[in-house]
């Protein structure tokens, strides 16, 4: 089955201590990205990457790091979390439709940090 | 600032009623996309429309995308309770490494009463 997997899905830690939420997605997308949603925000850019060892910034990159050393993963790295990192993040991954890209999301990672 | 405002911000109808949901910016898109989430899951894309005054149908729903390709919207005819769920609007603006970026609406919260 065509899919984005995220792990985990649920995650309650504290200020400082890094943490990485994985994202692979077994569709061999080129392009891949990180969002995060927030209640009134909707649903803004982190961090993209169009291949492998190739990443750049989204809207909100600050506090955030990424790694793209093979096509399927493209895990999201908080080296020092914060409480204003706490959200949902999605990772998506996109295949070009002609004119047009469609994304596929993963299901979700909910952070909390305290 | 929303690059893309949808409107309303949250919604409630009875099985049966029909409803529309909006979404307007003052940029031009090159393609605009429609998806719906559903609680502890991401976003699904529903529909993308891509030519200034496309209309397309899936079912009961009916997609508008605006002559001057900035604005959208999405009727549902005869809504069911599995329609419940939040309706993101994202609008593609081209860039130059062809894959283009998409800016999020904030989304509009459908519930769908029996």
């Known amino acids: 089955e065509a899919q984005v997997t995220q792990n985990p899905r649920y995650l309650i830690t504290v200020t400082g201590k890094k943490l990485t939420v994985t994202c692979s997605q077994n569709m061999n997308h080129e392009y891949m990205s990180w969002y995060r949603q927030d209640p009134g925000l909707g649903l803004r850019q982190i961090y993209y990457?169009?291949?492998?060892?190739?990443?750049d910034k989204g809207d909100v990159p600050e506090g955030y790091k990424v790694s793209r050393k093979e096509k399927r993963n493209f895990p999201l790295i908080l080296e020092s979390p914060s409480p204003n990192q706490t959200s949902l993040y999605f990772c998506?991954?996109?295949?070009?439709?002609?004119?047009?890209?469609?994304?596929?999301f993963g299901p979700g990672t909910r952070l909390t940090v305290l | 600032t929303q690059l893309l405002e949808q409107s309303p911000q949250f919604l409630s109808i009875q099985e049966g009623e029909n409803l529309t949901v909006y979404c307007n910016s003052s940029s031009v898109f090159s393609s605009l996309q429609w998806y719906r989430q559903e609680p502890g899951e991401g976003p699904v894309l529903l529909v993308t429309v891509v030519t200034g005054g496309e209309v397309k149908k899936l079912k009961r729903l009916t997609f508008q995308f605006g002559d001057a390709r900035k604005d959208s919207s999405l009727h549902i005819t005869a809504a069911q309770p599995g329609d419940t769920g939040l309706y993101l609007c994202?609008?593609?603006?081209?860039?130059?490494?062809?894959?283009?970026?998409?800016?999020f609406g904030a989304g509009t919260q459908v519930v769908v009463t029996p």
């Open positions: 990457s169009m291949n492998v060892e190739v990443t």
């Open positions: 994202a609008g593609a603006i081209a860039t130059t490494d062809s894959w283009g970026k998409l800016q």
């Open positions: 998506a991954s996109n295949i070009k439709r002609g004119a047009w890209n469609e994304q596929f």
